[in-house]
């Protein structure tokens, strides 16, 4: 029964891809601007600039980061060899000097290596020289097993860097890798010095003081750090552009909640920005509304929360099968149960009420929904992405779902019950009684289960993501601007179970040859325009089959509060907010 | 009394080991993963969690790491955190002085402006210092410090604008202008803390106070032509001040807890809010340490305060 559908989904998914890509115009690969398209500032001439964070980085080597707030602390003095744009284009920002390309000789024509043109004359910020050696000490480092660096996974199929002379690196994949800007390009490879990180390598990495005041490139150099607490940075007089930074110190304070963050930005202007305000839409959009010293910084990327639906079999009668990937669920194997559970989701109830629509987030159908031209247009018109709970009802009455005396549809004895988790957060509840008060519109019985976040994103817990012990579970996640490794993560072949310790990134245990066949593709996929095709189809498949319900794009990286007097800030929802720090000015 | 403190003393050692071992078992078995924090970041995928996992050496069972864990500790060497790999004694010793700075002041100032608080409304009982005080004091120990800090915060931080909300650990006191910063970003978390403090010793006093107030020695007292004040301060005073002492050496232990909820609220990087952040990070040397600290003086604070009786009240005799 379910292949055939799923073979049906996927024909009209490729069909409608087909004409779509027709008429769409396909971005060529441009080559990035140059850093110094930005007005030149005054080096040192602002004072003190003053960002908080609700929650405090606790390391200062992006390597070993446990979270946003250490890449992002890190960033100021740590720099990779380009960065992110917020078009998901490589900015030569950084250590290179130019973002390589197939045309400039800079990418190997089969994709197996690139070489980088580094900067010349750019010093450490203890005065000594930056050379393509310490680009090659950076990838001893982090892809070292033994370092269990945070950042490693983009080693993957890299092969060796190897320092050609001073100023050039060449990275080099085997196999060859479509996506070659996997090592060097953003917040995972930040270059750090190999003086300094002499004696961090392997399982010394563990217990290194660098970690804690790392030597840069970067405009700004550590001061003090108090981990937990708060960084103060001071500028760096060895940044390579006379005229930048434009502050002579910054305090990166940590701690705290959301919402007086929020406060501090808007209300009082104690702080020149404030990162990742959380807070419910009915308070913050007023406060920012109405605020004469702060904006809300808003742009997408990737970010989606979804709705997971389950393929195997959650129950707890089944002891060690519980939710393996050979078993089967009990009714969300049948199509007609899926597409009913997504036409009554109310997405837009939830973007309105809780995500202020477009404040923190905007409505999607889509499980890619950047970069812009890998988004499908084509879910627009998916009978199931419509809330329209007449229609969910009568998928249900046809396929033989009848409504009991207790008002819950069953068909040969099996009721639709479904348990439906997430992790505790007042905007995530509200959505869930949103979803279930729907739901149980059109004959649904739905229980609410909310875990802590540590425990929710974890592959140990039974209550946890990864075990998915429950019918539909909702979460965000997001994906990298070649996004073949996000849908690597529905693949038969990563379906978590007990034989991975449930560490496989298939947490639905969906399984459809054909879907995998089009992830196949994307991997050897060199044409962007092509590959933008293979995602559309490999987005569409996933909605079209139901397996993730996509509620809301969230703003991306974070909605973050920025004072108005600050200028220079080009948020890119791929990179590290601080990406362009160098750039920003009164 | 040499041979009493040698044998509280002597208890204590299997007590902490046993309180050692619950702290690390609870943390063991409890659901909180340090790798959490990865959660659901596409980037750091499982199998780099798993090694991240092994280096911290969480692939062992969780009684081997006790055991290397307390043997550490008799060494003095806490351990080095999971989340920021700097040592778990340096931790504590940046967070310290902010703790002793706000929670260790508001602990002071509650027992300096308590005992004489509690003391006037017992002698004045009924007058209006009486009833002031004592609605002052349900106040203060009903309202939980997290409304009091808030409202503290919208009132005098956002509206007024009178005092900073964001607590600066950097400042450093050197001059007058820097220790007026100082105080004024201190004054809305020690208030905070120290109405709560206020509140509990003086009703503790002014209860103790008139209990002791209407007994036979205290009219002998004032019989034999001793003035008021003597009576009040030599007599009563002291004879209230037995269970008072106890209260205020228990409470010590909990300034070096510190306040994670006015902490957490003011920002303030106390011992208290490394523990709320460690113990959601998972960063288990930290936890650990911390509260193993606190029980290691909550014993010695117990029997400080068992001492202390002995001085107060000459019956009392340990032997």
């Known amino acids: 029964m379910e292949s055939s559908y799923v073979r049906r989904g996927f024909a009209l998914a490729v069909t409608a891809t087909m004409a779509l890509a027709a008429c769409t115009q396909q971005p060529a690969a441009s080559p990035a601007p140059s850093a110094s398209a930005t007005p030149v500032a005054q080096r040192g001439a602002g004072g003190e600039l003053k960002i908080l964070y609700w929650q405090a980085p606790t390391i200062l080597n992006a390597h070993q980061a446990t979270g946003t707030k250490d890449n992002d602390a890190s960033r100021l003095v740590l720099e990779p060899l380009a960065s992110w744009d917020k078009n998901g284009q490589a900015l030569a920002n950084g250590l290179a000097a130019e973002i390589p390309t197939v045309a400039n000789g800079g990418v190997a024509k089969d994709f197996t290596s690139v070489t980088w043109k580094l900067r010349t004359g750019v010093k450490w910020s203890d005065g000594t020289p930056f050379t393509a050696d310490d680009v090659v000490g950076t990838y001893t480092y982090m892809c070292d097993e033994k370092t269990a660096a945070s950042t490693v996974d983009v080693c993957e199929g890299v092969k060796s860097v190897t320092a050609k002379d001073p100023n050039t690196a060449v990275v080099t994949y085997s196999p060859a890798q479509p996506f070659y800007f996997q090592w060097g390009v953003g917040f995972n490879t930040p270059i750090i010095q190999k003086a300094q990180y002499a004696n961090c390598l392997g399982v010394k990495a563990k217990d290194c003081p660098a970690d804690l005041k790392p030597i840069g490139t970067g405009p700004y150099k550590v001061n003090t750090f108090k981990p937990g607490d708060v960084v103060q940075y001071d500028l760096n007089e060895n940044f390579r552009d006379p005229n930048k930074p434009f502050f002579k110190t910054v305090t990166l304070k940590g701690g705290g909640d959301a919402a007086s963050a929020a406060r501090a930005v808007f209300q009082t202007g104690d702080v020149d920005y404030a990162w990742n305000l959380q807070v419910e839409a009915s308070v913050l959009k007023p406060m920012a509304a109405s605020s004469t010293t702060g904006r809300l910084l808003t742009s997408y990327a990737s970010s989606v929360e979804r709705l997971l639906v389950n393929f195997s079999n959650p129950d707890a009668s089944l002891g060690d099968k519980r939710g393996e990937p050979d078993t089967k669920h009990p009714f969300f194997t049948d199509i007609h149960v899926r597409r009913a559970l997504a036409m009554a989701t109310d997405r837009a109830s939830v973007a309105s009420q809780l995500y202020g629509d477009g404040l923190t987030g905007k409505a999607t159908c889509n499980i890619l929904t950047a970069p812009t031209a890998m988004e499908s247009k084509n879910s627009d018109s998916f009978d199931i992405c419509k809330f329209d709970l007449n229609a969910a009802n009568k998928e249900l009455d046809d396929a033989g779902w009848a409504k009991g005396s207790d008002n819950v549809r069953a068909k040969g004895g099996q009721k639709l019950k479904i348990l439906y988790q997430t992790t505790v957060n007042s905007v995530r509840q509200s959505t869930q009684a949103i979803m279930k008060s729907n739901w149980e519109k059109v004959g649904f019985q739905v229980e609410l289960k909310s875990v802590p976040a540590s425990t929710f994103f974890t592959n140990t817990s039974p209550d946890g993501a990864n075990h998915f012990w429950a019918d539909v579970e909702m979460f965000t996640n997001s994906g990298d601007p070649n996004p073949t490794g996000y849908f690597r993560g529905w693949t038969c072949k990563t379906a978590t179970g007990k034989a991975n310790n449930w560490n496989g990134s298939n947490y639905n245990r969906y399984c459809n040859p054909d879907f995998d066949k089009v992830v196949d593709q994307m991997a050897v996929e060199a044409d962007q325009a092509k590959l933008a095709q293979l995602a559309i189809q490999a987005n569409d498949i996933l909605i079209k089959d139901v397996v993730i319900i996509p509620l809301i794009n969230r703003v991306a990286p974070t909605p973050d509060g920025v004072s108005k007097a600050l200028k220079g800030i080009d948020v890119s929802g791929w990179d590290s907010v601080m990406y362009n720090i160098a750039d920003w000015s009164k | ?319």
């Open chain 2, 1 to 319: 009394m040499g041979r009493y403190i040698a044998r509280r003393l002597l208890i204590a050692v299997p007590t902490l080991i046993v309180i050692s071992f619950v702290i690390y078992a609870i943390l063991a078995l409890a659901p909180i993963d340090p790798l959490s924090q990865f959660g659901a970041d596409p980037r750091v995928p499982a199998e780099v969690r798993e090694r991240i996992r092994e280096s911290l050496g969480l692939n062992q069972p969780w009684p081997i790491r006790y055991v290397k864990w307390m043997t550490s500790m008799f060494r003095g060497d806490f351990g080095v955190s999971f989340m920021s790999h700097s040592s778990v004694g340096d931790l504590i010793a940046q967070r310290l002085p902010n703790t002793l700075a706000v929670v260790g002041v508001a602990y002071v100032f509650g027992v300096l402006m308590g005992i004489p608080v509690g003391m006037i409304s017992a002698i004045k009982r009924y007058s209006i210092f009486d009833h002031a005080a004592t609605t002052v004091a349900f106040m203060g120990f009903s309202v939980p410090t997290f409304f009091t800090g808030l409202l503290l915060i919208i009132i005098f931080g956002i509206k007024l604008r009178w005092f900073p909300f964001i607590y600066s650990s950097t400042t450093q006191v050197h001059d007058l202008d820097s220790f007026v910063f100082q105080i004024r970003q201190s004054i809305m978390p020690i208030t905070v803390l120290g109405l709560f403090n206020v509140a509990t010793i003086a009703r503790y006093v002014r209860s103790e106070m008139l209990e002791h107030l209407p007994l036979d020695y205290v009219r002998t007292a004032r019989g034999k032509g001793l003035m008021e004040r003597l009576v009040v301060l030599r007599h009563v005073l002291r004879n209230s001040l037995i269970p008072v002492v106890t209260l205020v050496a228990l409470g010590v232990p909990t300034v070096f807890g510190g306040a994670i909820v006015t902490e957490q609220i003011f920002r303030v990087p106390g011992i208290g809010e490394l523990l709320v952040t460690s113990i959601s990070n998972g960063d288990i040397p930290v936890v650990a340490t911390v509260v193993f600290i606190f029980a290691v003086l909550v014993v010695t604070f117990n029997l400080l305060a068992d001492l202390l009786y002995a001085v107060l009240d000459p019956r009392i005799r340990y032997t």
